[in-house]
């Protein structure tokens, strides 16, 4: 679960995807993976709704045609960033992490000690692209809105399922609200996503992490 958990942290940030083939007549090819990075970054700083097809384009350093053929629209843009953040498999990587860990306790201080390490990257924007990128209620920014809640229910969904079966197999009490202690998780890898953009360094956040760990019930 940890290589798992540590192979997704560091593929948050670079995932290799083949650059489109040049064609006589399209713009001028460009590094993909460097623009996507780019993208991502700013998404990240500025939020959805915040960040503009002109701001992309500066930041990214491509033209506007090379960013149509190449990614789409802004919400075409901003989906294969999340992707990219998430390593390429989308929730589908952290949700088998998560029923393959030795624990619930495992994937629950798996999840937070990821949060903690990827809100607090040097070479990245402080908090959770995922937690922070849309906090707009405007209806322009609301299906975006909806696809990331979708993937936060679907993690979230998995490591309550993991509870459960350690309820079932007597790892946990029999007694134990699996989903309080998921929601729980949850609600501290939104909160430490808070904390890291208002200037909250990692080791805070590893000590807020410990601190949750040690009111996990235990049987």
Same mark, same amino acid.
């Given at each position: 679960?940890?290589?798992?958990?540590?192979?997704?942290?560091?593929?948050?940030?670079?995932?290799?995807?083949?650059?489109?083939?040049?064609?006589?007549?399209?713009?001028?090819?460009?590094?993909?993976?460097?623009?996507?990075?780019?993208?991502?970054?700013?998404?990240?700083?500025?939020?959805?709704?915040?960040?503009?097809?002109?701001?992309?384009?500066?930041?990214?350093?491509?033209?506007?045609?090379?960013?149509?053929?190449?990614?789409?629209?802004?919400?075409?843009?901003?989906?294969?960033?999340?992707?990219?953040?998430?390593?390429?498999?989308?929730? @589908?990587? /952290?949700? $088998?992490? &998560?029923?393959? #860990?030795?624990? =619930? *306790?495992?994937?629950?201080?798996?999840?937070?000690?990821?949060?903690?390490?990827?809100?607090?990257?040097?070479?990245?924007?402080?908090?959770?692209?995922?937690?922070?990128?849309?906090?707009?209620?405007?209806?322009?920014?609301?299906?975006?809105?909806?696809?990331? @809640?979708? /993937?936060? $229910?679907? &993690?979230?969904? #998995?490591?309550? =399922? *993991?509870?459960?079966?350690?309820?079932?197999?007597?790892?946990?009490?029999?007694?134990?609200?699996?989903?309080?202690?998921?929601?729980?998780?949850?609600?501290?890898?939104?909160?430490?996503?808070?904390?890291?953009?208002?200037?909250?360094?990692?080791?805070?956040?590893?000590? /807020?992490?410990?601190?949750?760990?040690m009111c996990w019930p235990r049987a």
């Amino acid at each position: 679960m940890q290589r798992e958990v540590n192979h997704y942290i560091s593929n948050a940030m670079k995932v290799s995807a083949s650059s489109p083939a040049r064609r006589i007549g399209r713009p001028r090819s460009f590094d993909r993976d460097a623009a996507l990075d780019a993208a991502m970054h700013l998404f990240w700083s500025q939020g959805f709704e915040a960040t503009s097809i002109s701001d992309l384009i500066r930041t990214m350093g491509i033209t506007p045609p090379s960013l149509y053929a190449a990614f789409g629209d802004k919400r075409q843009l901003f989906r294969a960033c999340i992707e990219r953040y998430l390593g390429g498999g989308g929730a @589908a990587t /952290i949700v $088998r992490s &998560i029923a393959h #860990a030795v624990s =619930a *306790r495992d994937a629950a201080h798996d999840l937070l000690t990821a949060a903690a390490v990827g809100d607090t990257g040097d070479s990245t924007p402080p908090g959770c692209l995922l937690a922070s990128s849309i906090v707009s209620s405007s209806a322009d920014a609301a299906d975006m809105r909806e696809e990331l @809640a979708i /993937i936060r $229910r679907e &993690i979230e969904a #998995a490591l309550r =399922a *993991r509870i459960r079966r350690d309820v079932d197999e007597g790892i946990l009490p029999r007694d134990s609200d699996a989903e309080a202690l998921a929601g729980h998780v949850f609600a501290v890898v939104q909160g430490m996503s808070t904390l890291a953009k208002d200037g909250a360094d990692r080791d805070k956040l590893l000590r /807020i992490v410990s601190s949750v760990m040690m009111c996990w019930p235990r049987a």
